[in-house]
């Protein structure tokens, strides 16, 4: 039940990316960045390389041109030596968890929170989840997420499928998420291409937080 072993693969490139279904194109001013479960425990798996060491230098680039631009910048953060009936069935999948120490929690800190930061608390899957991030994007005039982070087809996906049923537009960072196999990484990217969201390239949204237009189609 714990989490597997990964090889180590390549990101994904621009002739990977499959073709959205959705029309929809980030803005600057509609955007929200959400960093997604990057604490030691999760990306303890990884091996040295990529996809970690890639992904971890891309949500680095994200994190500042986000915080430089005025986007809001939100982390999920599970915590450690959590309550049996409260984690529920993801028990039954994943074990216990983390423990309630640094070498799990702690957030990698190169990619650590700043004043001015949100930290939610993770419970599910999703980030929507027991949270309020959907009143917080709110609050600040955002109705675009951008994903990145692990796991790409776990909570990641699960979280751009919310965030497209509370009406958000949701894109997925393909090269600042990463996954237990490339298969995986690419079977999520093409499900939510398909069915509630944009996948984008780091690049593309550098670009969105400097002012220009990415062309997402």
């Not at 303890?44 to 996809?51: D, M, Q, S």
Request: hydrophobic share 45%; aromatic share 8%.
């Amino acid at each position: 039940m714990a989490l597997p072993g990964i090889a180590p693969y390549a990101l994904p490139r621009a002739a990977d990316l499959p073709q959205p279904r959705g029309p929809w194109q980030p803005q600057r001013d509609r955007l929200a960045l959400l960093v997604h479960d990057m604490q030691r425990y999760f990306c303890r798996p990884y091996p040295e390389g990529a996809p970690l060491a890639p992904m971890v230098a891309n949500i680095a680039r994200l994190i500042a041109a986000a915080r430089a631009a005025g986007v809001p910048v939100f982390y999920t953060a599970q915590k450690g030596n959590q309550f049996r009936p409260d984690r529920g069935l993801q028990a039954d999948l994943w074990g216990p968890g983390m423990s309630a120490t640094p070498e799990h929690e702690e957030i990698l800190p190169q990619l650590a929170p700043e004043q001015g930061d949100i930290v939610l608390h993770k419970h599910r899957y999703s980030a929507f989840q027991r949270s309020n991030l959907e009143t917080l994007m709110r609050a600040r005039g955002r109705d675009q997420l951008m994903i990145c982070g692990i796991y790409a087809h776990i909570g990641c996906l699960a979280t751009a499928v919310e965030a497209f049923q509370r009406d958000i537009e949701a894109f997925a960072i393909a090269d600042a998420q990463a996954d237990f196999s490339r298969e995986k990484h690419d079977l999520a990217m093409g499900w939510i291409a398909a069915t509630c969201g944009v996948p984008l390239l780091t690049e593309q949204a550098l670009d969105v937080f400097a002012g220009e237009v990415a062309t997402c189609a």
